[in-house]
Structure formats: structure tokens, C-alpha cells
């Protein structure tokens, strides 16, 4: 695991600008830095080392150095296709999965990403056109970014932290994101950032660059068997299937020459990878506030399978002190309350090992969301004809908020009308009813998600909303968070779950069975109870819970959200009175909106972080710069710039 910077074209100052955008990512690869730069590429690396650790770093280059390699993630198959590059007459000099990369692509150029097991972002330069071919894993497991400057140059990385230091990226603000973010609660848009000009390469997608091109393309998608296909009614071959592949899954993620730990909770996802591992040790957080914890669960299990189980509690001022560092590290801003446990629980863990692996995915590919299924009111309701529950619901969806509103809009049959994933924290109008003028948005959530629909428009309402949550939520979401967030602390996730083998065998589960007598994920819980306790196989999804709720009623956390929301910052931005209504009808208790004010100090704390502190601090650094270069000098400027740098 690490992290990499590059850039073409030549600047001035380019082993300064190279190295300090190397150190906004030291997290992502402590262990070792190398550069490579001639006058059209500039490549920087920071290591992690698992795999070879004695191996060079990178960039790796081919035997005649015609092209070179910048590598992030970890290919499960590599020794195999290593194996068949030798044979075709390839020279290696390291074992590492990396230098795998740069000889497929000499022997099969783009289509080598078919081939393939892993999480991975990676870059490939050309030095023969100076051309450049860009992948992103499957699923979006490990981020990669890139921003075109106005000398029609460009910069490319794990991080969009690392742009901010070089001469020719103009940092923006991409105000049109603010609206679709304060619906969906992170940057929902495929391929745009926060930073205006800032381009995600989206999941499963390459990208290639040269003089006269620039392509964009798919490489996989998922494929979801419908329910009017046929399938084998004979539910215990899913049951084997599943147990069999995640058992592999499990066995090439668990490669590694260094130690290997779990996270574990109390739900079924983490102790089936737990009890399949059998790591030396587990790890798991929760809060002080009481129902807001499953450390207890996690060291029972720990106990039963006889590993070592280390766990701390997390209290509201460890979240709230730390909060612009996690934003920091997110690089954009995303509210999921989970991301605060997480930052804690790999703090924990990478005081103990180097790598990790979690169960995400599993509830997106097995189908185990809670709003996947049906409750009773739901089952009640679905019994008027469809046309008039699609009547019903878009005569409703314009009318003010009522008690059983949103359940006539969820139940109208077309998840394309109202599901935008896990969680909507405002209605488009809401969202635009908080913003200035200047940054409301015409995004709207539909904008945003029918496309997605569209890909599965004879499908049924569970593939749709899977195939949804696959593609907006579980990578602009939960792997965003699972990557930077594990990475800040220089620990390596993995997600045995998110295998393209795994996703090969689920999508051919028929939806009957996805969710069968009432069980979410039914066949992932009939495939774990062959090696966890009963109980632990039956248990609801309880998540990452944190106690935002309960904190937002206390006074100092009320003060310290409501001094944010009073910014000079935010009020340029937001509509003042209405955000502070928000806050102040939660402490009151009139009605529970901590989601909603957290979406919007969330925003804040990163708009501050990003536009308002990291300009002070680069002011600070030309000062500190200007002053060294006149030969002057002072104590406490020196002082200033050393407690910020």
C-alpha cells in the first residue's frame, strides 16, 4: 500500500514542489520516498511495504525504461499472471505485484485491466508519445484523481491534498457540489470534486491522455440476474457458493509479510471474515454513551474463536477535537457519523499491525440494508395497485413534510422516484432553501442517480436500489472513508468482500433468495453459520452508531456548532437564520435534526480546513520564504510556521 503524486511538464523549484506534495501524503507510505523527473514527468511515490519489502520502490520501469509505473493497492492474482509474463519471455527484478502491472501492459496495453484481482489505482506512463493510461479498480476501492492546469498540463494522485503545493493548480471551490452533498451527504457526482476542476477516474473506468486524446471509458460493470430469469431453485448450492468463494477471497487477502488484523463489531460481516482468518488480533470501538457500543459483542467472539480483542471508548470531545483532521485526510467533505469510530478504530489498529481487512460491501452485494426489506406498514400499503401508489406519490413529494409522506413516496414501486441510497439527509428543496443565492444548485438527486437507473431499467425495485448503492454510496461513501481514513493512520484495508469473484457469484443469486422469509442477506448469515455461533449469524445490522444526537443537545457541543454556523464563512454560504433554527429546534428538543445540522458543520469544518486555515498557513510559508531570502529573521514568525509545518 502507498500513495503517489505526478505531474507532466517541467516547473520551476521541481525537486521543492515534488518532495512537499509528497509530504501532504507521508501517511499513505512513511517507509520510503522516490522520485523520478525528466523535462516532460515528474513521478513521486511514498511506501507502505507488505509485499517484497525489500524490494525497490517506484516508479517501476519495463527492461528497455520506455515506460514507467506509479502503483497503489494490491493485485490478489499476480503471482499467476507473473508466471504467464515470464513464459512469454518478460524479465523481472523484484517479486512485488506492482512490476506485474507494467509487463501486462506491455503484453495486452488497456485490456490488461481485465485481467486483473484486486483493489488498485495506477498510472503508466509512456515516455515514447508522452501518453499516460490511468485505472481504477472494480469497485473504487483505492481513489485516484487528476486536474488539468492551464498549461495544458497535468497532475495526477492518490490524493487531491498533494495537488495544493504545486505552482499550477488553482484551488476553487466547486460550489455546485454543495447541494447534491447536503442530500446525499458526500460528493455524489461520478467523476467532479469539491475542488473545482478536480476529477475522480471513476470505478471500473481507465482513462487515456495524450497530445490529441482524451478517453474515458468503462472496463466492467454489474450484472444482476433478474427475476424473471431462470435460476436453480436448490437454495443450498448458493449457500456452498458463497461459502467457497469468500473463503478464497479471504485466502489471497490474507498475502502479507507483515501482521494482519480484523476490525470486528457485533454483526455478521466482520466476525464470518474474523472466524474465516483467524487473525492473532481484532479491534473494535465504541462510545461512552450506553447502546452506542458492540465492544462487548466483539470480545465475546474474540474470546469463542480464542483471538486477542483490543477496544476503546470514544467519547464526543475525541470526535469533535479531531473532526478537521478527519476531513483533512477525507480530502472532501462527507458526514457519515461512521467515519468518526473508523478514524479511532484504525488509530487503534495500526498500533498493533500493518493491515486490516473489514467487511464492507457485503451489505450492498448480499443485500443486507435494512431498507431493502419490507416492513409491516410497507406490506400493508403495497396492496393498492401500483398505478395508484405512483399516483399517490407524486402528488405527495410536492407537498409539505406529514406524517406517512415519506412512506406513500418509497412505496410508489419505482425506486427511480425516491431512493438515493443509504441516507437523504435533505430534499433538494430543503438543501436550496438553506443556500445563498450563489451556490444553490440545479442538481438535483434524480439528475444524479437516473442515469444509474437507466443501466437497469427492466430490473427489479431490490437490484435497483443494490445496483444504486453499488455505484454511488458503497464508493463515493463507504470506501472513501474505509481508504483515507485507514491510510491516515498508514494502516492498509482490505475488503475481501469487494472481489470481483465474490460479486461474480452474487449477482447470480436470485432476488427471491437475496432476502428470503423476511432475513435480509440470507444467504451470506446460512453461509456463516458453519463457522460462527448461532447468534452472531441471526444478529440486525447495527453499523457504526455514534451518539451525534445526544451530543447536539449538550451545551458545549450546541456552543461549538452554533459559533460555526455564526462564521463569516458560513454566512456567505449558507442562509443563516435557517440553519440556526435547525440547531436551535434539536437542543430544544422540538424535533431530532442532528443529521442535518452535522451535514452542514461537517461542510464547514472542511470549508475552513481547506479555504480558510490552508490559506493562512500558505501565506505564513511565502512570509517565512521571503523573509529567509532577504536574510532577516524572527523568533516568533519562526515560531509560527514551525507549529504549523
Known sequence: MCGFVGYTGKIKDNKSVIKKMLDRIIHRGPDQMDVYSDDNITLGFRRLSIIDVAAPSQPIFNEDKSLALLFNGEIYNYIDLREELINKGHIFQTKTDSEVLIHLYEEENKAMVHKLRGMFAFVIYNFKDNSLFMARDHFGIKPLYYYKTQNDNYLFGSEIKSFLDHPEFKKRLNEKLIQPYLCFQYSAILDETF????????????????????????????????????????????????????????????????????????????????????????????????????????????????????????????????????????????????TLPLYFLAELASEHVTVVLSGEGADEIFAGYEWYEEDSRTKIYRKLPKNLRLMNAKIVEKLPNFKGRTTIIRNCGKPENYFIGQAQIFEDREANKILRDNYKSDITTKKITLPLYNNVLNKDELTKKQYLDLKLWLSGDILLKADKIS???????????????????????????????????????????????????????????????????????????????????????????????????????????????????????????????????????????????????????????????
Not at 481507465?206 to 460493470?221: A, G, L, N, Q, S
Not at 433468495?513 to 453459520?529: D, F, M, V, W
Not at 454560504?573 to 443529521?595: S, T
Request: aromatic share 14%; with cysteine; charged share 30%.
Open 195 to 338: 475542488f473545482k476542476g478536480v476529477y475522480k477516474v471513476p470505478p471500473g473506468h481507465t482513462v487515456y491522455i495524450d497530445k490529441d486524446k482524451f478517453k474515458v471509458e468503462r472496463y466492467w460493470d454489474i450484472n444482476f440476474k433478474s427475476k424473471s430469469d431462470s435460476y436453480d431453485k436448490n437454495i443450498d448450492k448458493y449457500i456452498s457458493e458463497t461459502e467457497n468463494v469468500v473463503k478464497d477471497s479471504i485466502k489471497v487477502h490474507k498475502n502479507s509479510e507483515v501482521p494482519v488484523g480484523t476490525f470486528l463489531s457485533g454483526g455478521i460481516d466482520s466476525s464470518y471474515i474474523t472466524a474465516l482468518l483467524k487473525p492473532e488480533k481484532t479491534f473494535s470501538v465504541g462510545f461512552n454513551e450506553e447502546g452506542f457500543s458492540e465492544n462487548d459483542l466483539a470480545k465475546d467472539l474474540s474470546d469463542i474463536l480464542k483471538i486477542e480483542n483490543h477496544r476503546r471508548k470514544i467519547s464526543g470531545a475525541d470526535c469533535f477535537d479531531n473532526l478537521s483532521d478527519v476531513v483533512y485526510h477525507l480530502d472532501e467533505p462527507q458526514s457519515n457519523p461512521s
Open 487 to 645: 491510510m491516515a493512520h498508514s494502516l492498509e484495508l482490505r475488503v475481501p468482500f469487494l472481489d470481483k469473484e465474490v460479486m461474480s457469484m452474487a449477482q447470480n443469486i436470485p432476488v427471491d433468495y437475496r432476502i428470503y422469509n423476511g432475513e435480509s442477506k440470507h444467504i451470506l448469515r446460512e453461509a456463516s453459520k458453519r463457522v460462527l455461533p448461532k447468534d452472531w449469524s441471526k444478529r440486525k445490522k447495527k453499523g457504526f452508531p455514534v451518539p451525534i444526537r445526544i451530543w447536539l443537545k449538550d451545551e458545549y457541543y450546541y456552543n461549538k456548532v452554533k459559533s460555526k454556523f455564526d462564521s463569516r464563512y458560513s454566512k456567505k454560504i449558507f442562509n443563516n437564520k435557517e440553519i440556526l433554527k435547525l440547531l436551535e429546534d434539536h437542543y430544544c428538543g422540538k424535533r431530532n435534526n442532528a443529521r442535518k445540522i452535522w451535514t452542514i458543520y461537517v461542510f464547514l469544518v472542511w470549508y475552513e480546513r481547506f479555504f480558510i486555515l490552508e490559506n493562512k498557513n500558505e501565506s505564513i510559508r511565502k512570509r517565512h520564504l521571503q523573509m529567509n531570502s532577504n536574510f532577516r529573521y524572527n523568533t516568533k514568525f519562526s515560531q509560527e510556521y514551525k507549529a504549523i509545518f
